[in-house]
């Protein structure tokens, strides 16, 4: 699949770009089909072919993100900028539901385990009816 890339030129922290028409996964210095113009990002100036770009854009070459807003730039193509530097974006996990909330023990209640509290939880009305 054919795109319209830049390719990068000029020497080190001194970088400007050509604007080419290259196969998609080709390396950054890779060879290009065709050259559509310059940009310079010191400066901001560029210069582009729009009728070359058009008619590659026919033929079924798509701009890079980046390219794409260089051409909304230029008002070769009358669309919206792309976000070149996107955003993480966490995916939505799922519903949690509420776990039980664990009590510290410190904070839990103490039961009483001592015989005659025993004897009194499990029989309460045999003791009322001992007292009448």
Not at 9 to 37: N, T
Not at 40 to 55: M, S
Not at 59 to 66: N, S
């Amino acid at each position: 699949m054919l795109a319209i890339k830049l390719q990068r030129q000029g020497k080190k922290h001194q970088a400007s770009y050509r604007v080419v028409v290259a196969e998609k996964r080709s390396k950054l210095g890779g060879r290009g089909v065709s050259d559509l113009g310059w940009f310079n990002p010191h400066n901001d100036k560029f210069e582009l072919n729009k009728e070359e770009i058009l008619r590659w854009m026919k033929v079924g070459a798509k701009p890079t993100a980046t390219v794409h807003n260089l051409l909304v730039r230029a008002e070769v193509l009358k669309d919206k900028k792309i976000s070149v530097h996107k955003k993480f974006v966490a995916k939505a996990k799922e519903p949690v539901t509420e776990a039980p909330v664990a009590v510290p023990v410190a904070q839990a209640p103490v039961a009483d385990l001592s015989a005659e509290a025993s004897a009194k939880a499990e029989a309460p009305e045999a003791e009322e009816v001992k007292a009448e």
